[in-house]
């Protein structure tokens, strides 16, 4: 079973940046696609980025489209999310996921990730 331990999350001001990281175990982190998704509170996990194994093609949530980046260094095992230009809605715990990389197109539902990591905390003040 794959791993992962996000970092990165704190506290910021509105309109700055932050860049969170998602260390994978083992040696199949290229074999899967990775996402990112938040969740705050009473509410639903949600979708933010999605990048496919190889790295050659992303997906974004509407919310954060122009504003973060995602990607992922496999030699590394490493996914990243840039996070630029945060609002204080983007406030939320951000969880990297893992889902089997035969799928396409990248998938963006919650129920089609497999591994999940604990989480880190963004919290963005006004």
């Known amino acids: 079973q794959v791993q992962f331990l996000e970092s990165g999350g704190g506290l910021v001001q509105a309109g700055g940046s932050l860049r969170l990281s998602c260390a994978a175990s083992?040696?199949?982190?290229?074999?899967?696609?990775m996402g990112w998704f938040r969740q705050v509170p009473g509410k639903e996990r949600e979708f933010v980025a999605a990048i496919s194994w190889s790295g050659g093609g992303t997906a974004y949530a509407d919310s954060v489209k122009g504003r973060f980046t995602i990607s992922r260094d496999n030699a590394k095992n490493t996914l990243y999310l840039q996070m630029n230009s945060l609002k204080p809605e983007d406030t939320a715990d951000y969880y990297c996921a893992a889902a089997f990389g035969r799928a396409w197109p990248i998938p963006v539902k919650t129920d089609s990730y497999s591994y999940w990591g604990q989480g880190t905390q963004v919290t963005v003040s006004s």
């Open positions: 083992g040696r199949t982190f290229s074999t899967y696609h």
